[in-house]
């Protein structure tokens, strides 16, 4: 069993990198508040001997050997880096109960046949960059590591040169080595373990996402002379094709999700009818069919608002995470290690995206979800039970002994 | 009559001045731009021997002495700083058309009876700083000095430091002095007079204008794993206020103009729901009651959509510049003008603020319209005829004449 006191010591430490006046985290990937937090982590491996090895994309590789090196490693691990609004254990808590996992073990002396291996992948949140979760994706061969070298933030900067920046661009190829299992520990960031009363979610894959910039190209025009019907005013088409696509999400399924994250309109000036809006948009469904229906219905209202404005209307797919199904091993891994810790739990499809949706590319992949308060999550009062985090990470240890064979 | 051509030199001169890739102007208030137009206006009004005051406001002054300077002094000008994206000519022409009048009458040795006063307005645009024509506006008592001085832009800079700044601050009181007449050209900034084939607008008055900040406040939360109907979505809230304002505007009547210049979203992370969506909202009508309706129907909205979605909306006016009417007699001075030069005119409110709404509360005023290509300005591509720039100036000169007296 693992130390639940110390792992919440130690998600409150890294909790202080980049703290909020509102009790959250604002340590967005690449940013010196995620250098400082790679620092902390690097050190706390080290600590219990782990070699750190660093990849291309700056994902951090902490590896505790087995008793035959030769055989491939339980992987488990996360990310560090947040929203800019976000809290204290959106990604840190699969990576912390990742460490306790090791810290138990080394602590017991127990040494497993295979070796293990705790992972902090780079820009998970696709916050700063998009899009999400890059660093395994790179990794796992879903992307080119230019691709992920040349993604850039709203001001400019790119991975590759803020990488270079914090001294996180490792030398390590950014591809897969060989893993016999992995596991990855999350709050569940959504209200359905909470509203039931359970302890453990039993993860058995991850819902559909696709990320869109939508372009809407007006006229600049005075604000004062000039007549309504001569204007091309793209907020116009903006909140037409919203209230449109909002609505029609929402009555095609009680699973479909709509999310418009950000809003930027240019030259921003309240007395200029802007010349454009650029909308960044999340559609997600658990089904394929479901998600492409989403995706038809976006590009269909966006040409009927188009021909009704005359505002030109862009959708440029950002990105596209297909449904995943996790490995039935591994999800049951995880089951029977619940079962037999006595954990109330259940089955379920994640809605948000996770590193482990990249890593079941190459591996065979299950994820341990427990509770955080109100379902709420990418938000700065996100929180969770001690008791329920211990719970996630006793499940962790367990599923991992059980792959790496003791 | 005037110089066309020399006035022309002039209008391109000034507008290398922060010009853009596109053919426009970016010359901001009190931005290092601004600094270079105002020195380039100063350096060529004393070529012509005018004495330059500059008041706390950083309002210029450029006077030119009458044969009885106990008079009340006649006045013109308008103001240098453009919108982000905007034109050569809009508040430029009324600058430099005042300037060729002074040119003109120095070229001839005339000397009017009353002094001409020359003034370069602070701020007039709006776009760096809210509200718009803020330099008049504490000019004539309308602000206080220290509401002047404290406006801010979307940095956090304020126009008291940014005059300290480029050196514009001025030790003038920023207050009237006698003022018998005031006349200011302008670019009309709309279709009618291009539509109706006239040169000259007599302007009897201006549309009424009201500024608002509207926030809407939902909750952040992931995109992915969050019901919608568990949401507080002020994206949501925005595209619903909007929808129905913009019908309801238009549907009020003809003259009513809704303009949305600018949107923000907070924290602005494509998979997090904004914590909050500021809109920059323009409203006017020509008429008091026209206005005082849509300022109504802009709360009573807002209202019905923060009962039906849950996201807080906060409507707070920025600004309020009420419909005026321009003085009878100075009215009389353009229109009369117009027909003894046989141009082409018509009378006509005008849909944009202007400098000369302020200085109307201390002095009889008028201003003198010319058309602009497809009605288009605040926007890079504005541009007008040369032959209709010199008409309204020759009418500036014959106005400005009649009332000073020879
Ligand atoms: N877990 C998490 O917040 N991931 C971010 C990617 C997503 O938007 O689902
Ligand atoms: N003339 C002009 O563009 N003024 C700006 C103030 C307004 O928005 O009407």
């Given at each position: ?232 005013d793209p907020v116009q088409a903006l909140s037409g094709l919203c209230e449109r696509l909002y609505a029609e999400v929402k009555a095609y399924s009680g699973d479909a999700r709509i999310t ?147």
């Amino acid at each position: 069993r693992v130390d639940g006191a110390r792992l919440w010591r130690s998600l409150m430490a890294m909790a202080e990198i980049g703290a909020t006046p509102a009790g959250g985290c604002n340590r967005q990937a690449l940013t010196d508040e995620d250098r400082e937090g790679r620092d902390l982590f690097v050190r706390w491996c080290r600590e219990i001997g782990c070699e750190i090895r660093v990849d291309r994309m700056g994902n951090l590789f902490a590896r505790r050997p087995g008793i035959d090196n030769s055989l491939p490693a339980v992987m488990t691990g996360s990310h560090l880096d947040t929203q800019p609004t976000g809290g204290k254990f959106d990604g840190v808590y699969g990576v912390l109960a990742g460490l306790e996992v090791l810290r138990t073990l080394e602590g017991k002396g127990v040494r497993t046949r295979a070796p293990l291996e705790l992972v902090v992948w780079t820009n998970e949140e696709g916050a700063r960059f998009s899009p999400a979760m890059v660093g395994s994706g790179v990794w796992a061969g879903e992307f080119s590591l230019e691709y992920g070298h040349s993604r850039r933030d709203k001001a400019g900067k790119s991975i590759g040169e803020e990488l270079a920046r914090i001294g996180y661009l490792g030398s390590e190829p950014a591809q897969p080595t060989q893993i016999k299992a992995a596991f990855e520990a999350h709050i569940e960031q959504g209200p359905v373990l909470e509203k039931q009363n359970q302890v453990i979610g039993v993860v058995t894959g991850v819902q559909g996402i696709r990320w869109y910039d939508v372009t809407f190209s007006g006229t600049p025009c005075h604000a004062g002379p000039t007549p309504m019907e001569d204007r091309r005013d793209p907020v116009q088409a903006l909140s037409g094709l919203c209230e449109r696509l909002y609505a029609e999400v929402k009555a095609y399924s009680g699973d479909a999700r709509i999310t418009c994250g950000d809003l930027r309109a240019e030259p921003g000036s309240r007395n200029t009818v802007p010349e454009k809006v650029v909308l960044a948009l999340d559609l997600r469904h658990p089904a394929p069919e479901g998600l492409a229906h989403l995706h038809r219905t976006l590009y269909r209202l966006a040409a009927q608002v188009q021909e009704a404005t005359g505002v030109a209307i862009t959708v440029r797919e950002e990105w596209h995470s297909p449904p995943v199904a996790f490995d039935k091993d591994c999800i049951e891994a995880v089951h029977s290690a619940a079962q037999r810790l006595g954990y109330s739990h259940r089955r379920m499809v994640s809605g948000a995206g996770h590193d482990a949706v990249y890593v079941s590319r190459v591996a065979p992949v299950s994820m341990i979800f427990v509770p955080c308060a109100g379902g709420l999550s990418h938000n700065e009062a996100e929180s969770a039970e001690p008791a329920h985090l211990e719970a996630g990470c006793n499940v962790l240890l367990q599923a991992m002994l059980a792959s790496a064979e003791l």
